[in-house]
């Protein structure tokens, strides 16, 4: 196993070289595009490099131990040699495992931003008041992760819940984090509505996509049609009397995208144009994810919207998340945006999953 990473590390710190060598010249600097990239590359080799020395640190003790307990009479300096041996494995063990997981392929879109949609499911009002409940956890969630999110369109419904809530979130590495988010979450409790105090099961499904750059995916003007309208609120009155909201129609795909939380017109054209990039780019983005997907025994991240992925029961105040099976009792916290134990459960899953598939 130690001869299959250092020949990965190796070949790790060979393309460290070249691209440190790379970010120096003159014709690199001048190129801002392919300096950002190689400078974001360098980045990510980074912290292979640094664990390569630490592993090859170790193996070195490792050796000198050995030669110490094969060579050395004293039983006290053997004994010390012993000790020393056992720590070094054990290190050499873990290290090794945190190895393998930065050795596997990244997804690029990870380090994106990402495009929220919550929509209710079955369950009528109560499915429209959970959607609400969703929004607000990932709300929090955010927040503490200093997340900014912001909200550009959504449809309320009658009851005080939302029929339909789509927010952008930006931040350092938001996409790689939420995308596990994707699918249908089902809530069981006894609906506010509910006279007769019987649990109901209502559900709202949540689709997490990449947020698409320019450069990412090619929008022709003449591709869109443009209509402006009144913004709306509950009850379908306008909110404001200026032709503010933006409904753009791709006519190559039929996309419908609105955005009306701005006043302002030109602000909720942009957050529109953004949304439906995401949009286009992520009709590609979900076939190369079907065909990762199909090769594994987890869906944990392929973003099928149509899964049921989690459920939220009130009575017995749990959360389970059925991709992983993993259940927590811990339903207010959850509810309240703590939600980073279930990513990283589901992070862990995946990464086993990788590994399997990459032999290392």
């Given at each position: ?12 710190e ?16 001048t190129?801002q ?42 039983e ?70 200093k ?118 017109q ?32 987890t ?9 049921k ?39 862990i ?12």
């Amino acid at each position: 196993m130690a001869n299959i990473i250092l020949e990965k590390l190796e070949g790790v710190e060979k393309r460290f070289n070249e691209v440190s060598e790379q970010l120096t010249l003159p014709e690199t600097v001048t190129d801002q595009t392919r300096y950002v990239k190689l400078n974001k590359e360098y980045r990510d080799l980074e912290p292979l490099i640094i664990s390569f020395k630490k592993y090859k640190e170790i193996l070195s003790n490792i050796t000198t131990s050995k030669d110490i307990l094969n060579q050395e009479k004293d039983e006290e300096m053997r004994q010390m040699a012993k000790m020393e041996l056992e720590e070094l494995e054990e290190e050499l063990e873990q290290l090794e495992a945190d190895i393998k997981i930065l050795l596997l392929p990244q997804d690029p879109e990870d380090e994106k931003g990402a495009i929220v949609e919550i929509r209710a499911g079955t369950g009528g009002d109560e499915a429209g008041i959970f959607a609400g409940d969703l929004f607000r956890m990932y709300s929090k969630y955010c927040e503490s992760k200093k997340w900014k999110i912001e909200l550009t369109n959504f449809t309320e419904s009658a009851a005080g819940g939302y029929k339909e809530m789509v927010f952008n979130v930006s931040g350092e590495g938001v996409y790689g984090i939420l995308k596990y988010e994707s699918g249908v979450h089902r809530v069981q409790r006894v609906p506010k509505t509910e006279s007769q105090g019987r649990v109901h099961t209502s559900a709202a499904s949540v689709a997490v996509l990449p947020e698409a750059e320019e450069l990412d995916v090619e929008v022709r003007e003449e591709d869109i049609r443009k209509d402006t309208y009144c913004s709306s609120g509950p009850g379908g009155q306008s909110v404001n009397t200026t032709y503010s909201a933006i409904r753009l129609t791709h006519i190559p795909t039929g996309l419908v995208v609105t955005c009306q939380d701005e006043k302002s017109q030109i602000k909720n054209l942009k957050s529109a144009m953004r949304e439906l990039r995401a949009r286009l780019y992520n009709i590609e983005y979900q076939k190369r994810m079907a065909e990762t997907s199909a090769k594994r025994k987890t869906m944990v991240s392929s973003g099928d919207r149509s899964a049921k992925i989690r459920t939220y029961n009130y009575p017995q105040g749990r959360v389970t998340d059925h991709r992983i099976n993993l259940t927590l009792y811990n339903l207010q916290e959850v509810l309240n945006g703590d939600i980073q134990e279930i990513i990283e459960k589901l992070q862990i899953a995946e990464n086993s999953e990788k590994l399997k598939e990459s032999g290392v």
